[in-house]
């Protein structure tokens, strides 16, 4: 009897052995991104995360942890090189055998287009910027003193996780691409697909109830990170501290936001936890202005599958708290 159980128990171990290593190694780029993988890959297997979300996507690093993680991945889920571009070389000679899904190229899915200027205008600013044609343009140019500043990604704003709209479109294409490489577990993927859209169009609801009360209030982003989550909630800021990501803005792009604060009586500067709160305190100082920080990458939150819907509430929290 033992040895017949020791047999039957050994079998057992292989087989489920045998399922797990059939499960797909999958690895994302940022935390967002992760929350949504896992959220669909619930129950079957943990996708690996390269940019923790306390480092810049912008400068990070990749350790050789990451190059492993790209190494054994059968797919890869990024945002693509607007954001990150300086992994796409890594992709290509470490991820040679993976299936690459770049989720700003899926369809489905409305790609916008950086704003120009401090202000968010459409045109020159006379002295202020000197902007090229759209065609030609991948950054925007600031006065002289920020000819050294480009936008460290591409031809679009590459923030759209931020929309849970976008996110949803995600969620369908993950589950699919999953389900594709995996068909074992295809109906467990797009249930938890369903689940998660579920789950998204209620903390739609629940943003929209946060938002309502300061819908149109007049407020600055510390840098153009959040309009599609402003296109998804129907708010608009009134401008940005810093050009890009990766840039620190210079004095004349401060005192045009200054000036709009002062002149619009803008009630609200955010700050984000990467960056310097002096910059923000420069832009509010002696103006009735509050200020508040704000996340788009969820640098304190557990990585996961909740740290989607906790990114998108605390932003719509933290930003109705600032009035």
Not at 25 to 30: A, G, H, N
Not at 224 to 235: H, L, P, R, S, T
Request: charge should be negative; charged fraction near 25%.
């Amino acid at each position: 009897m033992s040895n017949k159980f020791l047999s039957t128990t050994s079998a057992f171990l292989l087989s489920t052995s045998m399922l797990v290593a059939d499960v797909p190694k999958v690895t994302v780029d940022i935390a967002p991104v992760h929350s949504l993988v896992s959220k669909i890959m619930n129950g079957v297997g943990k996708p690996d995360l390269i940019i923790p979300a306390g480092a810049s996507p912008h400068e990070y690093q990749l350790k050789p942890s990451n190059a492993k993680s790209l190494e054994d991945a059968d797919i890869v889920f990024w945002i693509g090189e607007d954001l990150t571009p300086w992994l796409e070389k890594g992709l290509s000679s470490l991820a040679q055998d993976s299936s690459i899904i770049s989720l700003l190229g899926v369809d489905g899915i409305e790609l916008l287009s950086f704003r120009e200027g401090a202000l968010f205008e459409a045109h020159d600013h006379d002295d202020h910027d000197d902007h090229d044609d759209h065609g030609k343009k991948k950054h925007d140019d600031h006065d002289d003193h920020d000819d050294h500043d480009e936008h460290a990604h591409g031809d679009h704003d590459p923030h759209a996780w931020l929309s849970p709209q976008i996110a949803k479109v995600w969620l369908n294409v993950i589950a699919a691409k999953l389900s594709e490489a995996d068909p074992d577990n295809a109906g467990k993927y797009f249930s938890n697909a369903k689940l998660a859209r579920d789950n998204v169009d209620s903390l739609v609801s629940e943003v929209n109830s946060i938002l309502d009360p300061i819908r149109d209030k007049k407020f600055v982003v510390f840098h153009d990170a959040y309009q599609y989550f402003e296109k998804d909630f129907g708010i608009s800021a009134s401008g940005a501290i810093s050009l890009g990501d990766a840039s620190d803005p210079s004095p004349a792009r401060l005192a045009e936001i200054r000036k709009r604060v002062v002149d619009e009586a803008v009630e609200c500067v955010l700050a984000e936890p990467q960056y310097k709160q002096g910059l923000v305190m420069a832009v509010v100082e002696g103006t009735n202005a509050n200020t508040a920080v704000i996340d788009p990458l969820g640098v304190k939150l557990e990585s996961g599958p909740n740290l989607y819907e906790n990114l998108i509430r605390n932003l719509a929290t933290n930003l109705a708290k600032c009035f």
